[in-house]
């Protein structure tokens, strides 16, 4: 059974760091693309990101909206997808889901990032 | 702000036929396939159309997807009041390198 378990969220104050992690089983990890997508209270769902897989070399894709701020990585031997928040804006405020791409059809839970003093 | 424009809200009786369509431009429906995304309220979206009209594996045949030029639609008969969900297309976006989401609509069982 392919599962994905979002940890790491919480409270941060604007400018402040923060790394989520993602962690995938029920499938080859490796192989796959792996996406996170957000959603801001109340809002629809944003694309933030994207890791390929082995054959592209893992190369990542951001949103024009974090690109330079977040980061994305992952560890195929630990079978788990990262987020690397840095200088956090209020507006990045949303639950952040992982999802298997690229028809993202599987998700996380999610977990609730709040940027604020 | 969204690029890819649904209706922010549609709805419908039990028993009906539904439609939410999901406009694009060249660059990412015209180019790239779409998916449809099912969520209920405080939960994960749930893959619900991919490849622009495929469904996987356990979602009902009331739902169906097609694409045409730059617009995409999602039908739903034979609706049913559990149904009644936010649903949200995506397509890749050649120019932006990414992802794009429509807004979501929510869906109202009357």
């Known amino acids: 059974e392919v599962q994905l378990v979002e940890s790491g969220g919480g409270l941060v104050q604007p400018g402040g760091s923060l790394r989520l992690s993602c962690a995938a089983s029920g499938f080859t990890f490796s192989d796959h693309y792996m996406d996170w997508v957000r959603q801001a209270p109340g809002k629809g769902l944003e694309w933030v990101g994207r890791s390929r897989n082995k054959t592209k070399s893992y190369t990542t894709d951001y949103a024009a909206s974090v690109k330079g701020r977040f980061t994305i990585s992952r560890d195929n031997s630990k079978n788990s997808l990262y987020l690397q928040m840095n200088s956090l804006k209020t507006e990045d405020t949303a639950v952040y889901y992982c999802?298997?791409?690229?028809?993202?059809?599987?998700w996380g839970q999610g977990t609730l990032v709040t940027v604020s003093s | 702000q969204s690029v890819l424009t649904q209706p922010p809200s549609a709805s419908g009786t039990p028993g009906q036929r539904v439609t939410i369509s999901c406009s694009g431009s060249?660059?990412?429906?015209?180019?790239?396939?779409v998916n449809w995304y099912q969520q209920f309220p405080g939960t994960a979206p749930k893959l619900l159309i991919y490849t622009n009209n495929q469904r996987p594996s356990g979602v009902p045949d009331r739902f169906s997807g097609s694409k045409s030029g730059t617009s995409a639609s999602l039908a739903i008969s034979g609706l049913q009041s559990e149904d009644e969900a936010d649903y949200h297309c995506?397509?890749?976006?050649?120019?932006?390198?990414?992802?794009?989401f429509g807004g979501g609509t929510k869906l109202t069982v009357l």
């Open positions: 995506a397509a890749w976006d050649d120019s932006l390198n990414g992802v794009l």
């Open positions: 999802a298997r791409s690229p028809t993202r059809d599987y």
């Open positions: 060249s660059s990412n429906i015209g180019s790239n396939n």
